[in-house]
């Protein structure tokens, strides 16, 4: 299995399931159904969209379901917690609003229904300009300020194994293993996000880029496969 820097989000995503194989996979912002729609198809496949714009297909084998509410409704409202009936999330896919409010929300709730060693990716953590990381959509590329979330994970980590790769899938992805779903960061929720709006882009996306690793590295797939070691983690 190749993983490259010309991948797309859909292609990187979908060559991350092989590598997990879920049973069940959530992706928190589907848009047309591009990335949640194509092969390899999960046992059980949620997406959570409130602007939903396609049809669900049919597929051979497996289930997917698409909710067209917003994330904080579906997890607030007990609608995803029905939905898993006792189950757990083994792997994530999250690129709903890119505002790092939502983004932290989406993962906190995220993580606290994976199960121990589930993955979740996160889009759009390096934007390619100043213009697509402003908190105001003003272009058709944008990634909103997620960097910012990349930074609140790297500051106040409460111990899952944390990866940032910069030159795939566009603008790149934030890896994260849920070492122990119970795991809660230290700081408030408001805490955290008085944090992350004191941050500039020119301030905060270089070291992000710092800390990342290229698609290409060895560093990356051994991550993806679990095997890397905890003190590079």
């Known amino acids: 299995?190749?993983?490259?820097q010309s991948?797309?989000?859909s292609e990187y995503v979908g060559?991350?399931?092989?590598?997990?194989?879920?049973?069940?996979?959530?992706?928190?912002?589907?848009?047309?159904?591009?990335?949640?729609?194509?092969?390899?198809?999960?046992p059980l496949s949620i997406g959570v969209d409130p602007a939903f714009s396609s049809d669900v297909p049919h597929i051979d084998s497996g289930t997917i379901m698409v909710f067209k509410e917003t994330s904080d409704n579906v997890f607030d409202k007990g609608i995803l917690d029905e939905t898993l009936s006792g189950r757990?999330?083994?792997?994530?896919?999250?690129?709903g609003m890119h505002l790092c409010e939502y983004v932290m929300r989406d993962f906190i709730n995220t993580a606290a229904r994976c199960r121990k060693d589930s993955l979740i990716l996160i889009h759009d953590m390096f934007p390619?300009?100043?213009?697509e990381a402003q908190r105001e959509r003003t272009q058709s590329r944008w990634t909103g300020d997620v960097y910012r979330f990349g930074l609140?994970?790297?500051?106040?980590?409460?111990?899952?194994?944390?990866?940032?790769?910069?030159?795939?899938?566009?603008?790149?992805?934030?890896?994260?293993?849920?070492?122990?779903p119970e795991l809660q960061f230290a700081v408030s929720q408001d805490e955290m996000v008085k944090y992350m709006m004191?941050?500039?882009?020119?301030?905060?996306?270089?070291l992000l880029r710092k800390r990342?690793?290229?698609v290409k590295q060895k560093l990356h797939f051994l991550f993806l496969i679990d095997k890397l070691p905890s003190r590079t983690a």
Do not use: C, W
């Not at 757990?88 to 690129?95: K, L």
């Not at 004191?198 to 270089?206: L, R």
């Open 1 to 4: 299995m190749q993983f490259s």
């Open 7 to 9: 991948m797309s989000q």
């Open 15 to 42: 060559n991350v399931i092989q590598l997990q194989r879920p049973q069940v996979y959530l992706e928190i912002g589907v848009a047309t159904g591009k990335t949640l729609f194509a092969p390899p198809h999960p």
């Open 88 to 95: 757990h999330i083994d792997m994530a896919f999250i690129d």
């Open 128 to 131: 390619q300009n100043r213009a």
């Open 152 to 180: 609140a994970l790297m500051k106040y980590n409460p111990g899952f194994p944390l990866m940032f790769v910069s030159d795939t899938a566009g603008t790149g992805m934030a890896l994260v293993r849920v070492r122990d």
């Open 198 to 206: 004191s941050i500039e882009p020119d301030q905060g996306i270089p």
């Open 212 to 214: 990342a690793v290229s």
